[in-house]
């Protein structure tokens, strides 16, 4: 059976009100339960009653969340007047960021060499006093970049000569230790003289 669209006033029996409230008030906690878990959302629910009564829900700390709230809502305003007020504070606050930006914007130009008609005197010195110090600061970290490039040069090539120098001591020993060992060939060589020598001696046929 099809339920009856429900009339959005108040329930003027009693009776009928009380049992009412207390299934929409379950409803009401239950789906805010299923939304923190599903969702994974901080929700808060505070319900008074029509006597006093407190019921609420909260899926974390309620004085952390209320607390909160107020952070959230503090700056926000609250009437028509109010509203009128901080959009009016806005406004001024807009505009004058605008102009901000475009005095930038021009001061930029003239940096750059362009815009320079309608500059009086008093402003091309300024413009020249600030284009001197850039480049006195730009000169200055040049300088300093070329300083910590050529000391790390100084620190490779420092590691280069040791690194050569070693290689210079061990292609010195290798021959050292090469002269210093007799070769196999040199002593069979000697034996063989030795042998072909007493083969030689005296007179045929003596032996």
């Known amino acids: 059976m099809r339920r009856g669209k429900v009339v959005m006033k108040r ?5 009928s009100r009380l049992v009412s409230f207390s299934k929409r008030r379950n409803g009401l906690l239950k789906k805010a339960f299923e939304l923190s878990v599903l969702c994974d ?19 974390s700390d309620m004085q952390k969340t209320i607390e909160r709230y107020c952070m959230y809502t503090k700056g926000i305003p609250t009437n028509k007047l109010e509203m009128e007020q ?13 102009k901000k930006i475009e005095f930038l914007e021009v001061s930029k130009r003239k940096l750059l060499g362009q815009g320079l008609g309608s500059c009086s005197v008093e402003e091309l010195q300024e413009i020249d006093s600030q284009l001197e110090q850039s480049l006195k ?5 040049k300088a300093h970049l070329y300083k910590e490039q050529i000391q790390e040069l100084k620190v490779k090539e420092r590691k280069l000569l040791k690194e050569n ?23 069979q060589n000697n034996e063989s003289s030795e042998i072909e020598t007493e083969l030689f001696v005296g007179l045929p046929g003596s032996h």
């Open 165 to 187: 120098a070693k290689l210079c001591e061990k292609s010195w020993q290798q021959p050292l230790t090469q002269l210093r060992k007799p070769s196999n060939n040199c002593t």
């Open 11 to 15: 329930i003027e029996n009693a009776a």
């Open 41 to 59: 959302a901080e929700v808060a629910v505070i319900i008074f009653s029509q006597k006093g009564r407190l019921y609420e829900f909260s899926s």
């Open 137 to 141: 600061n730009i000169r200055a970290r």
């Open 86 to 98: 901080h959009m009016q504070h806005m406004r001024i606050k807009t505009e004058s960021m605008v």
